[in-house]
């Protein structure tokens, strides 16, 4: 790797250069930057030799100041630079403003250069360091300049933009604070925002809007720490912590780092997943505030927000100078357009009649139709009229389409997996775990050309997996590769040894590791957590199944400081406590369950009384938690699960249906679905039906990449040997063949019970049920209902019908299923006699 130029006055030497030099030999060392000895003082050096340490550097930094506008020697060094530029010789250059009295638009610094790039004042030598850090890590992994061609691609969206326009001009009304775009992912709410500040001459064709990303759980403590990485200051007292501030101080914390982002001409883009507009179109109260104190202050456009749920009229009320608007499908011929201009773009050479088939099948989303573009160019016409699906099915499709491109390459998976264990991570930290391996650098270039990741940060220095790819990994379980473990796992301990230099740290190192620091009940300085730390580590110890205490005793440690805190946090909080109190069926949820309303509410009780075995109690709350809300999705997957445990398969069908159809990837869904065609009496449906589509089914989970979906996989094509092709001999070689390799599977388990009950083999049936019993013997255990209805069947089977009676009679659960099983017990009873 080639060097960096550290151009400057000597006049900044002491008061922030010197801090730059010594965080950077920390980071890269000292032999990897041009400074000091090697640094031009006025009058020392020759123009040659400016010349040939140029020639030797990769990235060219700038800091300007007033001193250094004024230096002859830097003007020089800032044309040779240039030249370089020009020549291809040079790859980057990297202003940075120092000195706080200077803004971008200074005529002393050349207009090719203010035109060109993003020039921001930042106050933090610490953080001038990082982001120089992260431009050298950058070149390493340019980009493909596709992806480039992509991003300024825009077509279209005339209405939208005008009514945008047409805010923004008006005379009647404050000028915006914030614009807030909603609508699908995909559908193009950034790139309508950004061409209507263009066209409104807000910004420049060029200018890239820093960005953040702010999820459910997180709230305005993660905004001040976001916004502090991005380079402006905010200050406590001694005594003070983020935890502890009244909410209204926060947000005044964040109007003052606003306002200084504002003066040096800044629009800051918030990716918005569910913190700013909640899943019922509730903008959240701490952002109402902020946004009118910043157009108190005249601060003038200051956020731009895309969010996939559209706002309230009446939340809107509260803040005139939030200007919301839904982004909707393309119309038809704007699908056209764009479909026509893009494939010009990528020089194919399609027919009219080719180019209508096409756009007969989209559904509006740009994406959809880039991707259908790209598809031909990488197949052809023919592909695609021979399996239009790849149009239908775009998003399902498009996710498993991008991960199956690497299918067996455990490098990818693990990368994958890593990137999705962060909110977002910088190139830095990314470097530093994966240690220079030229294979993970070549993945991250595929990945950001592909669009699996995109970036964000003030200039793009962080990398974060698209929201559709990690909850697909996250949801298969991927699994990191043993090396980048035992780096990560070194990471925190190291950092955990060096906590105090916490703000040398960027943002995305922070939120890990200190997450992961809880996680492991390490002992963290509360100064240096906020709520969202918290909220986190409880979600990561919940999906893990077995740390449900945990998490209690993490919310309750939390929960102590719920006055400072964002309502929505609280609640988001509280509902991890109920849940877990839920599953470890303890009757202090019902105390804690009265704190949550609404559709949540019946949802959890719901939740509760499946956990502990009152069936019908549990479809009356979730049907409640229903009629609240309609599309509440979890209270719909929980009352297929309560149905399909009660065996009422039928009443299940359609629910199961509908979330298969939602997402035709979730192999949770498949699972559920096929469950329904496969024990249930669907009289709407007769047998060859049921049996094509469980087939669809049984196809559809073996194109999933993952442990849990190929232990669902097998699992299925047992009870479809089982159920529809009533080969009792190919399900139990299945089970011979491969059910050792998922030996505490509970469905495995279960499945292999029923086989061997069918086929009357009394010697595996034992084996299987000693293995259920000793997983699931105890009360506490969430499948120790289904080790009881096993139980009760074998006691049948060796004729002790009346232990098998007092089984069913004692089991917490429904009528329904008692009836079935009593059914099989009479049935054993009659062999017997």
């Known amino acids: 790797m080639k060097r960096v130029f550290l151009s400057h006055s000597s006049k900044d030497k002491w008061f922030y250069i010197e801090n730059v030099v010594s965080k950077l030999t920390r980071l890269i060392g000292s032999d990897k930057f041009i400074y000091d000895s090697k640094t031009f003082e006025e009058g020392q050096e020759t123009s040659q030799e400016i010349k040939k340490w140029l020639e030797n550097t990769d990235l060219f930094v700038l800091f300007i100041s007033d001193a250094a506008l004024k230096s002859d020697w830097v003007k020089k060094e800032i ?19 120092i000195d706080e009295s200077i803004t971008h638009e200074d005529p002393r610094i050349p207009k090719w250069m203010s035109d060109t790039y993003n020039i921001r004042y ?155 507009v909640s ?46 608007i839904h982004v909707p499908e393309l119309s038809t011929n704007e699908r056209y357009r764009l479909f026509t201009r893009y494939i010009r773009l990528l020089d194919l050479n399609l027919n009219e009649d080719d180019i209508r088939f096409a756009v007969n099948f989209f559904s509006g989303l740009p994406m959809e139709i880039l991707y259908t573009a790209e598809f031909i160019e990488q197949n052809d016409i023919g592909s695609l009229k021979r399996d ?78 698209n929201s559709a ?92 400081n719920e006055e400072f805190m964002d309502d929505h946090i609280a609640r988001e909080i509280r509902y991890f406590l109920c849940s877990s109190l839920a599953r470890l069926k303890e009757d202090r949820f019902k105390e804690e369950v009265q704190k949550i309303k609404g559709p949540e509410h019946n949802f959890l009780f719901g939740f509760y ?99 849990k979906a190929k232990s669902m996989a097998l699992v299925m094509d047992i009870q479809f040997n089982l159920y529809f092709k009533d080969d009792l001999n190919e399900a139990k070689k299945l089970i011979t063949d491969q059910a050792f390799k998922y030996p505490t599977d509970i469905f495995v388990l279960l499945t292999s019970f029923d086989v061997f009950e069918k086929l009357g083999d009394i010697e595996n049936l034992k084996k299987t049920l000693e293995t259920i019993k000793l997983l699931h013997v105890n009360p506490k255990s969430k499948y120790h209902r289904d080790y009881l209805k096993c139980l009760a069947i074998y006691k049948a089977i060796e004729g002790d019908i009346i232990k098998a009676r007092q089984i069913v009679r004692d089991m917490n659960t429904s009528e329904v299923a008692k009836r079935s099983l009593r059914n099989k017990i009479e049935k054993y009873e009659h062999v017997s006699k």
């Open 79 to 97: 044309l040779k630079a240039k030249d370089l530029l020009d020549k291809k010789e040079l790859h980057k250059i990297y202003p940075i403003i």
């Open 122 to 276: 930042i106050s933090q030598s610490t953080v001038a360091a990082r982001k120089i850090h992260n431009r050298l890590i950058e070149l390493i992994w340019e980009k493909n300049p596709k992806v480039k061609d992509k991003n300024n691609f825009f077509v279209g969206r005339n209405e939208l933009i005008d009514s945008i326009e047409e805010r923004i001009d008006s005379y009647n009304k404050d000028f915006p604070t914030t614009l807030i775009a909603t609508g699908l992912k995909d559908i193009g709410r950034r790139s309508l925002l950004k061409r209507s500040l263009i066209k409104t001459s807000v910004i420049q064709d060029s200018y890239f809007m820093p960005t953040v990303t702010l999820d459910a759980h997180q709230s305005v403590e993660d905004f001040i720490l976001l916004l502090n990485d991005l380079g402006f200051e905010y200050k406590l007292e001694e005594n003070e912590t983020l935890m502890t501030l009244s909410r209204d101080d926060k947000v005044q914390i964040a109007v003052k780092m606003l306002k200084e982002m504002k003066s040096v001409k800044d629009i800051l883009l918030i990716i918005d997943e569910g913190a700013i």
């Open 279 to 324: 899943p019922t179109r509730e903008i959240s109260e701490w952002f109402i505030n902020l946004n009118n104190e910043l157009n108190k202050e005249n601060n003038g456009m200051t956020l731009c927000v895309i969010s996939k749920h559209r706002t309230r009229f009446q939340d809107l009320d509260k803040a005139p100078t939030i200007f919301s």
């Open 388 to 465: 239009t699906t790849v149009i239908t099915d775009f998003s399902d499709r498009r996710v498993s389409r991008m991960i199956n491109n690497y299918e067996g390459n455990n490098k990818a998976y693990s990368l994958l997996a890593l990137i999705a264990t962060f909110d977002f991570i910088s190139y830095a930290l990314l470097e530093e775990i994966i240690k220079n391996d030229s294979d993970y650098s070549v993945l991250i270039e595929d990945f950001l050309t592909i669009g699996i990741c995109e970036n964000l940060g003030i200039d793009g220095e962080y990398i974060c997996l």
């Open 469 to 560: 790819i990690k909850n697909y990994v996250r949801r298969q379980q991927f699994e990191i590769e043993k090396d980048l473990r035992i780096a990560l796992k070194i990471h925190v301990e190291e950092f955990m040894k060096n906590i105090e230099s916490v703000s040398e740290r960027d943002v995305s190192d922070v939120f890990f590791s200190l997450r992961e620091a809880i996680s492991l009940n390490r002992d963290v300085d509360n100064r240096m957590l906020i709520p969202s730390h918290y909220l986190k580590s409880m979600k990561e110890l919940y999906d893990r199944r077995d740390r449900d205490q945990d998490v209690v005793n993490l919310a309750d440690r939390i929960l102590v």
């Open 609 to 707: 009384y499946r956990h502990v075995g009152r069936d019908s109690d549990a479809i009356n709350s979730l049907l409640k938690a229903l009629s609240e809300r309609q599309k509440f999705g979890r209270a719909k997957r929980e009352l297929v699960l309560v149905y399909n445990n009660n065996e009422e398969y039928d009443k299940a069908l359609n629910l199961a249906q509908e979330n298969y159809e939602s997402n035709k990837n979730n192999e949770y869904h498949i699972q559920a679905y096929f469950q329904c065609l496969s024990y249930g009496k669907v009289e709407i449906l007769s047998f060859e039906e049921r049996k094509v589509k469980a087939a669809q089914l049984l196809n559809d989970i073996s194109k999933i990449d993952s442990d």
